[in-house]
């Protein structure tokens, strides 16, 4: 099996088109049309490290969420982390795919994934829905909880289910958390939309101090941080590949890629 046909199992699940206007979803380095697949480094971002297991495995493919080329370069040269994996990329002939915020609108994609660990039921879109070759995809998605919960209770299942050190929270919420909005990643421009939903809690993974002004008692603002909100995203393409392509070697990196740490 080439690496075009596992990139066209992972594109029929989300479709380039459902990208984000300012993303570069897609293949990043290399070819897809004639080289057998060796084997895929699934991760969540790639770094020289990351270029480094894949060379270790055997593989000649890796998939990302993150863009390894997020901004365009005008040169070359090794200076930065982003430059030296491209370099080595290229020099073991290992192809670079991403699949970024296609991934997070896609039905079933990364928020989807996020309300499963988190055991939500009755999982639909919310926010600006888009169709692309025939894909439903939305930016957000929302939930109701098994059993309603106490905010502080609220959080501490959250940062127990995704291993979070510390949560950032606007002031607790003194009514019970049922209904609950999510957007992986960097995700506050969806926090009215998530009010309008009426939804209690909304998860996501960054946001920025003013943003949490104003919304005492509207909702209850979780914060996990964007590596923690994301970092299931491989399990998606594992299984993607694994049933759409059987026989392709999968291996989810063990390179840890979040550069904050919390002291």
Request: glycine letters at 10%; one cysteine or more; hydrophobic letters at 40%.
């Amino acid at each position: 099996m080439n690496i075009k046909e596992v990139v066209n199992a992972l594109e029929r699940f989300a479709p380039l088109p459902l990208q984000e206007g300012f993303d570069n979803a897609g293949l990043q380095v290399g070819l897809t049309e004639t080289q057998e697949v060796s084997g895929a480094l699934l991760c969540l971002d790639v770094t020289e490290k990351v270029v480094d297991e894949a060379v270790a495995l055997g593989c000649n493919l890796i998939v990302s969420h993150h863009p390894l080329l997020f901004h365009a370069l005008k040169k070359i040269t090794g200076k930065d982390d982003v430059q030296r994996a491209v370099v080595k990329a290229i020099k073991h002939d290992i192809t670079v795919v991403s699949m970024h915020t296609n991934m997070d609108n896609a039905l079933g994609g990364v928020n989807y994934r996020i309300a499963g660990k988190m055991g939500l039921q009755d999982i639909r879109f919310f926010g600006p829905e888009k169709l692309a070759d025939g894909v439903q995809g939305a930016s957000g998605v929302i939930g109701e909880q098994k059993e309603p919960m106490a905010a502080r209770d609220f959080l501490n299942m959250v940062k127990q289910r995704f291993g979070v050190d510390c949560i950032q929270a606007n002031q607790l919420l003194q009514r019970p958390i049922s209904k609950v909005a999510i957007c992986g990643g960097a995700g506050a421009f969806l926090l009215n939309d998530a009010i309008a939903e009426g939804a209690d809690a909304f998860v996501t993974g960054e946001m920025h101090y003013h943003e949490f002004f104003g919304h005492e008692q509207e909702i209850q603002i979780t914060v996990i941080g964007h590596y923690q909100s994301e970092q299931y995203t491989s399990e998606i393409f594992k299984e993607i590949i694994e049933r759409e392509c059987p026989g392709v070697k999968c291996f989810l990196t063990e390179v840890m890629t979040n550069p904050i740490v919390y002291v």
